[in-house]
């Protein structure tokens, strides 16, 4: 059964009068292990991102470390893949569709700008077109977009607390998206 919520509808623009789920959808994610996964994901990718990024700095600020930071990009930009794919399932379940579902057309839409910034970075190493300064820099624009991405599903995240329904699970209150 097609619900009005899984075509791409002027929804899209207007999701802030819709609720983030409906009663089903709320169903399917709160039986998903996707969310699980996603709510372990996140803060494990962001923990990530912190090393990485104080490796980055250290390499532009000292001109040293170079490897390092290299490494620990790959190992960002591996667990940003990861959470990409598993929400891209978590969204299949919950949705009906593996991207843009109208909830999170928006994220999602930043998602693939973060995930190009990430794998420009690994082809531009991989290549050797970019000087190790340069490659540090893309790393710090992956990194920006990667922030206001983390953003945009923390705020999703404060909106789906704000309207759980009062009958909701309390062992619910981690969910966590892409």
Known sequence: MTSHRQSFPSQVFTSQSQ????PAERARRDASVWTLVQGILAPVQFLIFLISLVLVIR???FEV???AANASIVVKTLALYA???TGSIW????YGRYLFAPAFYWEDVFSMLVLALHTAYLVALATGWLTPTSLMYLALAAYASYVINAGQFLLKLRAARLERPAATSPHMSG???Q
């Not at 609720?19 to 409906?22: D, E, S």
């Not at 969204?91 to 919950?94: A, G, I, L, P, S």
Request: proline share 5%; net charge negative.
């Open 19 to 22: 609720p983030l789920y409906t």
């Open 59 to 61: 390499a532009l600020w």
């Open 65 to 67: 470390g170079y490897d």
């Open 83 to 85: 959470i990409m794919v």
């Open 91 to 94: 969204e299949k379940e919950v």
């Open 175 to 177: 969910e966590l998206v």
